[in-house]
């Protein structure tokens, strides 16, 4: 289990690496699948290109691996996607609730995911599943930094990284690090993208409904179909084992 050490929360393990990488591309991805039993999982990605990669050295090292799998998520393998080299994380979920903490875990209370629950209701006509919260980005690279850390060494709540990082890039790093929030719940699918220059939040809301009678429909539609095709098979067995014994009969008769 993660301890309470803010850096050791999933999603600031991942924007550490930034911190070393700022000043080239780097891009922040977070999956939300949910379907409509309430049960999916929960992806967590950074992206590299070449020139962070090349700075960040063992991508897995950096995020902690072994951190991330005590806390029950599971690392991919570095996979290279056009021009990026991605390392994601990803944990199931069995119930709305489960994966609610996991997202409060993934982001902690100063995160860019603020109040991001997964709800599920389900009536006597309908099934329903809900991804809602908001993306608040507006702190910048800042909310990943650490307050001990710069008490420790004397500087902001980066330890003084983005500085320099700046002074080196000749560029806001915030303006550098990109964070894409793509949500499937149900059948519906939404991407949200935000950038830590950003001054305003936005609003999640992705959901998705089933018309309960549609899906007693549809599996009586499909019993339906299930029984008719073992009626026609059963049919063509029995006038296959008629032509066969009428045929055996002939030649019985002729001999």
């Excluded at 990026?84 to 979920?93: E, M, Y």
């Excluded at 806001?172 to 830590?196: C, H, Q, R």
């Amino acid at each position: 289990m993660l301890g309470n050490c803010r850096l050791s929360r999933v999603f600031a393990l991942l924007a550490l690496v930034v911190f070393v990488a700022a000043g080239c591309r780097v891009q922040i991805e977070t999956k939300i699948d949910v379907g409509l039993n309430g049960k999916g999982t929960i992806t967590q990605g950074i992206g590299f290109d070449d020139a962070a990669l090349k700075r960040v050295g063992d991508p897995a090292q950096a995020l902690r691996a072994d951190d991330l799998v005590q806390a029950g998520w599971e690392v991919d393998a570095a996979s290279k996607e056009g021009d990026l080299t991605w390392i994601r994380v990803h944990h199931s979920f069995a119930t709305p609730e489960e994966g609610s903490a996991l997202l409060a875990q993934l982001s902690g209370p100063d995160g860019p995911y603020r109040d991001m629950f997964i709800t599920r209701s389900g009536g006597f006509s309908s099934t329903s599943v809900n991804v809602t919260g908001q993306i608040d980005t507006t702190a910048g690279l800042a909310m990943f930094g650490d307050q001990q850390l710069a008490t420790t060494l004397g500087g902001d709540a980066s330890g003084g990284l983005l500085a320099k990082i700046e002074a080196e890039e000749k560029a806001p790093p915030a303006s550098l690090v990109g964070l894409d929030l793509i949500v499937t719940a149900g059948g519906t699918t939404k991407t949200y993208n935000a950038s830590f220059t950003d001054t305003d939040t936005q609003k999640v809301n992705v959901g998705s409904s089933r018309d309960k009678f549609l899906q007693i429909f549809e599996a009586l539609v499909v019993f339906g179909l299930a029984g008719l095709t073992a009626t026609v098979i059963g049919l063509r067995y029995r006038k296959r084992r008629l032509r066969t014994r009428r045929l055996m009969h002939s030649r019985g008769r002729r001999w």
